[in-house]
Antibody
Framework: QVQLVQSGAEVKKPGASVKVSCKAS????????IHWVRQATGQGLEWMGWINPNSGHTGYAPTFQGRVTMTRDTSIGTAYMELSSLRSDDTAVYYCAREVDDTAFDYWGQGTLVTVSS | TQLTQSPSSLSASVGDRVTITCRAS??????LAWYQQKPGKAPKVLIYAASTLQSGVPSRFSGSGSGTEFSLIISNLQPEDFATYYC???????FGQGTRLEIK
């Protein structure tokens, strides 16, 4: 059974950075792009960017360009999303998801709540 | 490419047939997926490539459209279908703003 398991909830102060992990299992990690999507409480889904675990190539939504960094460690099948210069409006649940061949995100992590508060 | 879903919310009864529409600001061929999300859970893919049913999804869900106009149709609504639905385009990965389906 394919699984994406994310790291636990985080509380950060404004201006700090957060790094969320997403560990893949039961499939070949390097064969599928990993995307990151966030959702503020009561709001819709916001796409943040993607990483190709094989090449390490990334692509970021313009909203996050310069503030987000996506990386991976192929030796442990894990993708990471780091968001810097956190603001209160970055408080949200952050999801990783696997993309299948330009068709859909077929598996999702359980979500990681990041709270930004002074 | 921006996606505009309508309606933003919808009330219906068990057994009803409902249609949710997603309009793209420019043509995206059939690069569109539909998701269902329940409170506190990650989204779940229902339809991909505009009209292909994801494995394991009940056949009462169907999708249609191409280019700029797309629809998600749910026939014979069941209690477990009351949730929020999102469309997503797979060119630049943006999502529609969501449609909340509530019990009448």
């Amino acid at each position: 059974q394919v699984q994406l398991v994310q790291s636990g909830a985080e509380v950060k102060k404004p201006g700090a950075s957060v790094k969320v992990s997403c560990k893949a299992s039961e499939y070949t990690f390097t064969s599928y792009d990993i995307h990151w999507v966030r959702q503020a409480t009561g709001q819709g889904l916001e796409w943040m960017g993607w990483i190709n675990p094989n090449s390490g190539h990334t692509g970021y939504a313009p909203t996050f360009q310069g503030r987000v960094t996506m990386t991976r460690d192929t030796s442990i099948g894990t993708a990471y999303m780091e968001l810097s210069s956190l603001r209160s409006d970055d408080t949200a649940v952050y999801y990783c998801a696997r993309e299948v061949d330009d068709t859909a995100f077929d598996y999702w992590g359980q979500g990681t709540l990041v709270t930004v508060s002074s | 490419t921006q996606l505009t879903q309508s309606p933003s919310s919808l009330s219906a009864s068990v057994g009803d047939r409902v249609t949710i529409t997603c309009r793209a600001s420019q043509g995206i061929r059939s690069y569109l997926a539909w998701y269902q999300q329940k409170p506190g859970k990650a989204p779940k893919v229902l339809i991909y490539a505009a009209s292909t049913l994801q494995s394991g999804v009940p056949s009462r869900f169907s999708g249609s459209g191409s280019g700029t106009e797309f629809s998600l149709i749910i026939s014979n609504l069941q209690p477990e279908d009351f949730a929020t639905y999102y469309c997503q385009q797979l060119n630049s990965y943006s999502f529609g703003q969501g449609t909340r389906l509530e019990i009448k």
